[in-house]
């Protein structure tokens, strides 16, 4: 099982900051098959990054994604009032179990 | 517009059941393999069991194995999970949840709202 390891786990910040999250895997993840999410108090998971870097459709592209192997990141460019929340990474490079990081939180400084 | 709307959450006690149901609408259900995903109260995600097209391959986290069942009825757009001999550690949000992508490498690309299932005496 893939284990996948978030940093850092709590960022304070204001909007108009730039945001990178990382997500780290135990082994390599191939093909980029790594998903990001955004979660907010009460709500599912958004879908936001798929495939390491492609956006899913509808998210803005302040969200960008980057990264292979074992080193992943989550970019947003420039943070909106909407973006604080909580972000998942999920790894699909094996077959079932599909394993998530911790999540990272962003928060209003 | 793909909706997913689950159902069936509630108190249960230590060794009880329940069945979670997912409706689906505004997709070829038939057409997609499903799954569901907790989330323990204040926790992060965690991947619970998968289910093929026709219904006949699942897959389960460890944590489930022999205990939860998947299943699907197809004419019905509906997915289900039959919860049994529960533990106070399966209490969480349920999710049931769309996948995306090829050959069992799945993301999520659609999420319902969620059923919250507690175990507790």
């Known amino acids: 099982e893939i284990v996948l390891t978030q940093s850092p786990g709590t960022l304070s910040l204001s909007p108009g900051e730039r945001v990178t999250l990382s997500c780290r895997a135990s082994q390599g993840v191939s093909s980029s098959y790594l998903a990001w999410y955004q979660q907010k108090p009460g709500q599912a998971p958004r879908l936001l990054i798929y495939?390491?870097?492609s956006r899913a459709t509808g998210i803005p592209d302040r969200f960008s994604g980057s990264g292979s192997g074992t080193d992943f990141t989550l970019t947003i460019s420039r943070l909106e009032p909407e973006d604080f929340a909580v972000y998942y990474c999920?790894?699909?490079?094996?077959?079932?179990?599909?394993?998530f990081g911790q999540g990272t939180k962003v928060e209003v400084k | 517009e793909v909706q997913l709307l689950e159902s069936g959450g509630g108190l249960v006690q230590p060794g009880g059941s329940l069945r979670l149901s997912c409706a689906a609408s505004?997709?070829?259900?038939?057409?997609?393999?499903m799954t569901w995903v907790r989330q323990s109260p204040g926790e992060g995600l965690e991947w619970v069991s998968g289910i093929t097209t026709a219904g006949a391959t699942t897959y389960y986290a460890e944590s489930v194995k022999g205990r939860f069942t998947i299943s699907r009825d197809n004419s019905k757009n509906t997915l289900y999970l039959q919860l049994n001999s529960l533990r106070a550690e399966d209490t969480a949000v349920y999710y049931c949840?769309?996948?995306?992508?090829?050959?069992?490498?799945?993301?999520?690309?659609?999420w319902g709202q969620g059923t919250l299932v507690t175990v507790s005496s």
């Open positions: 999920q790894q699909y490079d094996t077959s079932p179990p599909w394993t």
């Open positions: 949840a769309r996948p995306r992508g090829s050959g069992w490498r799945y993301y999520f690309d659609y």
């Open positions: 495939g390491a870097s």
């Open positions: 505004g997709f070829t259900f038939s057409s997609f393999s």
